[in-house]
């Protein structure tokens, strides 16, 4: 039981009884008394009510429809995490793995796994494997597809520094996706994109210059 319930329960029991106190000696008394009295118990109640027993009962239905899910899914994600933090990133993929079979339909999952094989054990291609695979198993919701997506981009761009392939999956996300604020955010992204490639040229033209000129 939580403390906030115990203090809940005893806020209320202490009212009843000073209620009941306070009935022993107006029960007798004339009609006005009995009138505040009835007035100031409802103002009472009536506070008490919306102080302790609407937000507890509002707290049993949450915990009802929303608790039981949320633990499960809070609890892999910790076990993860501490995976993670072990050096277990096989384990870690099993919990999120373990997640992704309570909620098939949550890409979240299927984007942190992807996000292991590529950060932690440098697999980029297991990675593109991961969201390729999910990307393809199922007709997904607009939102969760372009998020899959723009995670494959990612891959791409971050880890294989493909810039051709990534600009082709954001070109997918435009084209599925068009008047959306996806193909708003996958526009960007190639403008972002393209930053990095004339950055990266440069960089390498400046490496050729000194090396040639460190040469003659």
Not at 33 to 39: E, N, S, W
Not at 53 to 59: A, K, Q, R, T, V
Not at 109 to 118: D, F, L, R, S
Not at 161 to 181: C, K, S, W, Y
Request: charged share 25%; with cysteine; net charge negative.
């Amino acid at each position: 039981m939580s403390t906030a319930l115990v203090i809940r329960i005893c806020v209320i029991t202490l009212v009843l009884l000073v209620i009941a106190l306070i009935w022993s000696f107006v029960k007798d008394a004339g009609d006005g008394m009995k009138l505040v009295f009835a007035i100031l118990l409802s103002l009472g109640g009536g506070l008490l009510a919306v102080k302790f027993f609407i937000p507890w009962l509002g707290d049993l239905m949450g915990e009802a429809v929303f608790s039981s899910g949320e633990k499960v899914e809070q609890d892999h994600m910790t076990k993860a995490a501490a995976r993670i933090a072990q050096g277990d990133y096989p384990g870690a993929i099993e919990q999120y793995e373990k997640m992704l079979d309570e909620k098939p339909d949550d890409p979240f999952p299927v984007a942190e796994i992807a996000k292991i094989h590529a950060e932690r054990l440098h697999d980029a291609q297991a990675a593109l494997k991961v969201l390729e695979a999910h990307l393809q198993s199922k007709d997904w919701p607009v939102d969760d597809a372009a998020f899959i997506m723009f995670r494959i981009a990612d891959v791409h761009l971050t880890h294989r520094h493909d810039f051709e392939t990534a600009r082709d999956m954001l070109e997918q996300v435009i084209g599925n996706f068009p008047n959306t604020r996806h193909s708003a955010n996958a526009h960007h992204r190639m403008s972002e994109l393209e930053q990095m490639q004339y950055k990266l040229l440069m960089d390498q033209r400046t490496k050729t210059g000194s090396s040639e000129a460190a040469q003659a």
